[in-house]
């Protein structure tokens, strides 16, 4: 009777570790997401005031050109 329950007690010890890793990762994959998503909104900010200036002739094409690739390379969406 005595090793039944060490068994039992020593599962729901471990549930319990693996419930703390699951909600230490789910947090740790949120903050990731909200880093990417700022980080996103950046490059978006950048993008958007680099076609403005190109559009308000303050750029040349190769100028442009040569931000806009810049602002790609780490970029998801551009």
């Known amino acids: 009777m005595?090793?039944?329950t060490a068994v039992l007690l020593g599962l729901i010890m471990?549930?319990?570790i693996g419930g703390a890793g699951c909600?230490?990762?789910?947090?740790?994959?949120?903050?990731a997401?909200?880093?990417?998503?700022?980080y996103e909104y950046q490059k978006h900010k950048?993008?958007?005031r680099l076609?403005?200036?190109f559009k308000a002739g303050r750029?040349?094409?190769e100028e442009y050109l040569k931000r806009k690739e810049q602002i790609s390379q780490?970029?998801?969406i551009y």
């Open 74 to 76: 780490g970029s998801l």
């Open 46 to 48: 950048q993008m958007k």
């Open 14 to 16: 471990l549930l319990g």
């Open 23 to 31: 909600s230490f990762v789910g947090g740790a994959a949120t903050g």
């Open 2 to 4: 005595k090793r039944v």
């Open 59 to 61: 750029i040349s094409k």
């Open 51 to 53: 076609e403005d200036d």
């Open 33 to 38: 997401a909200g880093t990417s998503a700022a």
